[in-house]
């Protein structure tokens, strides 16, 4: 079991930056490739980010890329989002997820349905 908490989201203006952290139990969290993903009001849950065991491997949305950052300490069991550049669309919220995988693999890491255990989430609000 492992238990997955983000950190306090919040309000930011367009063009602002944010970062989210996700903190894990456990003593096995460099077995598990970690990803985040969102919600807005009315759509379905999307993939933002995803980072593999090692943290040598990442992958992002088309509509993050060059923005948003993931990254993660093993030592410290967090990973990270940082976003920069935000716009009005990424307001959501966002949840962090873990995935027993040591696989590299882009179709494995962006599928929802691979996570085992979710955070709870965390609201993002950006306004124009």
């Known amino acids: 079991q492992v238990l997955l908490v983000e950190s306090e989201g919040g309000l930011v203006q367009a063009g602002g930056s944010l970062r989210l952290s996700c903190a894990a139990s456990?003593?096995?969290?460099?077995?598990?490739?970690m990803g985040w993903f969102r919600q807005a009001p009315g759509k379905e849950r999307e993939f933002v980010a995803a980072i593999n065991w090692s943290g040598g491997v990442t992958y992002y949305a088309d509509s993050v890329k060059g923005r948003f950052t993931i990254s993660r300490d093993n030592a410290k069991n967090t990973v990270y989002l940082q976003m920069n550049s935000l716009k009005p669309e990424d307001t959501a919220v966002y949840c962090c997820?873990?995935?027993?995988?040591?696989?590299?693999?882009?179709?494995?890491?962006?599928?929802?349905?691979?996570?085992?255990?979710w955070g709870q989430g965390t609201q993002v609000t950006v306004s124009s």
């Open positions: 997820a873990a995935d027993r995988t040591l696989s590299e693999r882009r179709t494995v890491l962006r599928a929802q349905s691979l996570y085992d255990y």
């Open positions: 456990g003593r096995t969290f460099s077995s598990y490739a």
